[in-house]
Structures are given as structure tokens and as C-alpha cells.
Nanobody
Framework: QAQLVESGGGLVQPGSSLRLSCTASGFTLDSHTIGWFRQAPGMEREGVSCIDRHGSTYYADSVKGRVTISRDNAQNTVSLQMNSLKPEDTAVYYC??????????????????WGQGTQVTVSD
């Protein structure tokens, strides 16, 4: 059974860093496009970043320069390194997988598999 599990969230101060991980079971991540999304209370789910099957990476303007997505094929894991965190980064972060390519990566309904989410809170 295909499953994604996120980890690494937490409560941090503004300016801090977090590394989120997305680990897959039941399928290999390197054959999929993997996206990271986030959803704050009362807001729509938004795309944060994506890495496609070829290793090309994509970032939302709101996180560009602060976030790096990477894939570890041996661990079957995709990570999201987030630096210089801001209060507006507070949200539940989800990873998702699709067999499609990276085009329209920010569109949530192109992804077939979703994790349960991990909470990131940036606050003093």
C-alpha cells in the first residue's frame, strides 16, 4: 500500500531553520514527482516546492531563496530544508506524489498520494 509520511515539523522562532522529511513506503519516490504543500488555518492549500522525476526543482515565489528541496533515493525520502522562517510560514505541511511531470506542479489535484501532514509553527 502506497503511503507517505512527513516528519520534522515543530515550533521555532522567526529566523530559525527546519528540515522536513517525506518518506515513502510501497513505491519509490524517484519515479514520481514529489510536491510539498502547506495549508494555514482558513487558507487554501498552496504549493511550496516540487522535485520531478528528473531532479528538476521548482519553488513558490514566497519561499524562493529560503527553501531547498532534495531527494535521497537510498532512503526513499524527499526533504525540504527551510531557512529564515517567518511567522507567515506557519501551516500544516504536506508532501504529495504524482506520476505526472513537474508542469503545473502547484496544482494539488494532480497528486494521487498525500501524507498526513506535519505542523510548522513560527512564533516568538
Amino acid at each position: 500500500q502506497a503511503q507517505l509520511v512527513e516528519s520534522g515539523g515543530g515550533l521555532v522562532q522567526p529566523g530559525s531553520s527546519l528540515r522536513l522529511s517525506c518518506t515513502a513506503s510501497g513505491f519509490t519516490l524517484d519515479s514520481h514527482t514529489i510536491g510539498w504543500f502547506r495549508q494555514a488555518p482558513g487558507m487554501e492549500r498552496e504549493g511550496v516546492s516540487c522535485i520531478d522525476r528528473h531532479g528538476s526543482t521548482y519553488y513558490a515565489d514566497s519561499v524562493k531563496g529560503r527553501v531547498t528541496i532534495s531527494r535521497d533515493n537510498a532512503q526513499n525520502t524527499v526533504s525540504l530544508q527551510m531557512n529564515s522562517l517567518k511567522p507567515e510560514d506557519t501551516a500544516v505541511y504536506y508532501c504529495a506524489a504524482t506520476l505526472d511531470g513537474g508542469y503545473y506542479w502547484w496544482v494539488a489535484n494532480k497528486y494521487a498520494y498525500w501524507g498526513q501532514g506535519t505542523q510548522v509553527t513560527v512564533s516568538d
